[in-house]
């Protein structure tokens, strides 16, 4: 008898994935335009790069450097402004193969809002509130200050009624208190988290490694900076879903957010040494469920075993 296949859907809110995967925004274009390179199949969504009200043209080079294990960044979300987004990536949404997240960026609430409005026309299935990009030319992150977050989510809210997702930041003092701050506003869930502040020097040119030398720190380094945050969140707020994101590359990695209470993971600077890291990733997750005896990834959510 051919043994029964686990269960790979996952809740988010009111969304229901295929997989517990999520492709993480900024390191998979628009989704529409990486499809070519990577393959969705395995991905309960993907997140398209975040776009602003207006065009950015981000930071000027270097913008990028490995640091050995993980990766500096300090790209600016560098983008063509909402309107032209809707106009380019809109029309390709339908034909990919994952539904696709959109994220939005502002410099105040109302640039968030105008932002969500055009993501739904252009038929996004869900929206990503980026409160925690560190790369913002006056330094400023929404996702350190509780008032100003829920600010920004209950703009958005107003403006769409597509499922939401706050993007918070592991810099964050109290991030339990920033995530209940978020939810009480109106997020559906809350995605924990994106990068860490760092910064490097090369010392053969003495020059910064980033043009605007702190940028975000990401990769498999800051995963137990991340792990933190959703076990943090998810032991303060246990009905809030959580998707946590932070230097996932293997079953493994995926399977230890899911015990922490997230109910899906975003794979993100993996991407770039592997486009098609999800396939493999899926693989040792059923490697694992069916090692273990367990029939569904809802099995796994917040199943750590405590001391």
């Not at 975040?50 to 790209?75: C, E, F, H, K, Y």
């Not at 993996?270 to 099995?299: C, Q, W």
């Amino acid at each position: 008898m051919r043994a029964r296949l686990p269960e790979l859907r996952t809740t988010v809110g009111p969304v229901t994935l295929r997989s517990p995967i999520v492709a993480a925004s900024g390191t998979v274009g628009s989704v529409a335009d990486f499809a070519g390179v990577g393959d969705f199949r395995s991905y309960g969504a993907a997140v398209a790069k975040s776009v602003s009200p207006d065009p950015w043209p981000g930071r000027t080079p270097p913008r990028l450097s490995s640091t050995g294990a993980g990766m500096l960044n300090g790209i600016g979300i560098q983008n063509p402004g909402i309107d032209a987004w809707v106009d380019e990536i809109g029309p390709r949404i339908a034909e990919t193969d994952v539904p696709i997240w959109g994220s939005a960026v502002g410099h105040d609430a109302d640039g968030f809002a105008e932002v969500a409005m055009g993501l739904q026309r252009a038929g996004v299935a869900a929206i990503e509130v980026n409160l925690s990009c560190p790369n913002l030319e006056d330094g400023h992150l929404f996702a350190l200050d509780g008032e100003r977050s829920a600010e920004v989510i209950r703009a958005v809210r107003a403006s769409t009624d597509l499922p939401i997702g706050a993007k918070l930041s592991p810099n964050a003092i109290d991030i339990a208190r920033i995530s209940a701050s978020v939810r009480d506003a109106g997020a559906d869930w809350v995605v924990l988290t994106n990068t860490v502040w760092g910064a490097g020097i090369d010392v053969e040119t003495r020059r910064p490694m980033l043009s605007g030398v702190v940028g975000g720190y990401s990769g498999s380094p800051v995963k137990p900076i991340a792990m933190r945050c959703v076990w943090e969140v998810s032991q303060a707020h246990p009905d809030l879903p959580i998707v946590g994101c932070g230097g996932v590359r293997s079953g493994t990695d995926l399977v230890e957010f899911l015990l922490a209470g997230a109910s899906a993971v975003a794979v993100g600077t993996a991407h770039f040494a592997e486009p098609r890291v999800g396939t493999r990733i899926i693989k040792e997750l059923e490697k694992y469920m069916a090692k273990h005896n367990v029939a569904s990834v809802g099995d796994l959510i917040g199943a750590v075993e405590p001391w």
